[in-house]
Nanobody
Framework: QVQLVESGGGLVQAGGSLRLSCTAS????????AGWFRQAPGKEREFVAA????????VYLDSVKGRFTISRDNAKNTVYLQMNSLKPEDTAVYYC??????????????????WGQGTQVTVSS
């Protein structure tokens, strides 16, 4: 089992920045990928960004490319999501996820078995 603890959410004005963190504990040695998803009120959860743990390959939702950066710190077992130039439409609960499944579908729920509790990000206009 893997436990994920997220932090870093909050309220920010449009154009501002936030950095989310997600630290894992437990059986983390077999991690293949880590990702961030988000769910806005009344909408389905959507993929935001992912990183393949072995080589740092990243994948992004088109609407966040150039604004968000996912990264990892192997020693700390932590994945980060740096969010810049935030927009009101980025408002959502953000969830981190980890998976052991060796799949190219890093943008899909299919790749992930473990999920964090979620952290609220609110961007005011």
């Amino acid at each position: 089992q893997v436990q994920l603890v997220e932090s870093g959410g909050g309220l920010v004005q449009a154009g501002g920045s936030l950095r989310l963190s997600c630290t894992a504990s437990g059986r983390t040695s077999s991690t293949y990928a880590a990702g961030w998803f988000r769910q806005a009120p009344g909408k389905e959860r959507e993929f935001v960004a992912a990183i393949r743990w072995s080589d740092g390959t990243t994948v992004y939702l088109d609407s966040v490319k150039g604004r968000f950066t996912i990264s990892r710190d192997n020693a700390k077992n932590t994945v980060y999501l740096q969010m810049n130039s935030l927009k009101p439409e980025d408002t959502a609960v953000y969830y981190c996820a980890r998976g052991d499944r060796r799949t190219p579908r890093l943008y899909s729920d299919y790749a992930y078995d473990y999920w964090g509790q979620g952290t609220q990000v609110t961007v005011s206009s």
